[in-house]
C-alpha cells in the first residue's frame, strides 16, 4: 500500500524554469492538497482540491498553479520559479466524509531549491 | 482569522525526563478540529491525534497524553519518560469543521531527547 506517493524528493531549479511537482495517492481519497514547509513557519497550505475537476487556493497560492484531472493525481506547477519558493513541500490526501475532518496521510516532501 | 501558536520554539530534555508542548489556537467557530503531527528527522509527517471541539476529555495513548482546555484555547501534548526516539518537530494543527482538510498549522516545536 503506497498512500502517497511524491516526485522528485530533491530538485534543484534556476531562476525562472518550470516544473512539475507531482503527488499519487491510492486510497481513493477525494480530498487533496500541496503545503509548503518553511523554517519557523510550519506548513502552510498552497492549493486543495476536493474532488476531480475542482481545485481551489489556500493560503499562499501565488506562483503556483494545480489541477486535478483524476481522482489520484494532484500536480503542482511552478509557472517560473524564483529563490522565494526554496522550500520542502508536502502532498496531502484525506477521505471526505461529510464534515469528518480526517486526518491528513502526507507524502514524504520534495525539497526543492531555487538557485 | 484562525491562528495556532506553538509558543516553544525548541526544548531540550535529558531521556526519562516529562516534557509537555503548548499549543494554543484561536478561531470564532464553535466547531472545529485540532491535531498533532511528528516529523522525526527522516522528514516525513506523521499523525499522532485528532480532537474534536465538542470532546474535552483528555486522552492518553502509552506514553503520549493530550489536553484540551476550550476554556484556554489549549491543546496541549505531554510525553512521559521520554526517549531518544521521541526527538522530532512536533505541529499542532488546527481545522474548521466546515473546511475539513484545510489545515492550519503552529510553528512547530523542535524537541531534543538527549541519552
Redesign the interface.
Known amino acids: 500500500n503506497a498512500g502517497v506517493t511524491q516526485t522528485p524528493k530533491f530538485q534543484v531549479l534556476k531562476t525562472g524554469q518550470s516544473m512539475t511537482l507531482q503527488c499519487a495517492q491510492d486510497m481513493n481519497h477525494e480530498?487533496m492538497?500541496w503545503?509548503r514547509q518553511d523554517p519557523?513557519?510550519?506548513?502552510?497550505?498552497i492549493h486543495?482540491s476536493?474532488g476531480a475537476g475542482i481545485t481551489d487556493q489556500?493560503e499562499v497560492p501565488n506562483g503556483y498553479n494545480v489541477s486535478r484531472s483524476t481522482t489520484e493525481d494532484f500536480p503542482l506547477r511552478l509557472l517560473s520559479a524564483a529563490p522565494s519558493q526554496t522550500s520542502?513541500y508536502?502532498c496531502?490526501s484525506?477521505s471526505?466524509l461529510p464534515?469528518?475532518?480526517?486526518?491528513?496521510?502526507?507524502g514524504?516532501?520534495t525539497r526543492l531549491s531555487i538557485l | 482569522a484562525q491562528k495556532?501558536t506553538?509558543a516553544q520554539?525548541e526544548i531540550s530534555v535529558v531521556e526519562k525526563e516529562d516534557v509537555t508542548l503548548d499549543c494554543v489556537y484561536e478561531t470564532r467557530d464553535t466547531t472545529y478540529?485540532l491535531?498533532w503531527?511528528k516529523q522525526p528527522p527522516s522528514?516525513?509527517?506523521v499523525?499522532l491525534i485528532?480532537r474534536?471541539s465538542f470532546d474535552e476529555q483528555n486522552e492518553i495513548s502509552g506514553r503520549y497524553s493530550w489536553n484540551f482546555q476550550k476554556s484556554t484555547s489549549s491543546f496541549n501534548f505531554t510525553i512521559t519518560a521520554s526517549q531518544v526516539v521521541d526527538s522530532a518537530v512536533y505541529?499542532c494543527?488546527l481545522?474548521l469543521?466546515?473546511q475539513?482538510?484545510?489545515?492550519?498549522?503552529?510553528?512547530?516545536t523542535e524537541l531534543s531527547v538527549k541519552p
Open positions: 480530498y492538497s503545503y519557523g513557519m510550519g506548513l502552510r497550505l486543495y476536493v489556500g520542502v508536502f496531502a484525506s471526505t464534515h469528518s475532518n480526517q486526518p491528513q496521510h502526507f514524504d516532501g | 495556532v506553538q520554539t478540529y491535531f503531527y522528514g516525513e509527517l499523525f485528532r474534536n505541529f494543527a481545522s469543521y466546515n475539513g482538510g484545510k489545515l492550519i498549522f503552529g510553528q512547530g
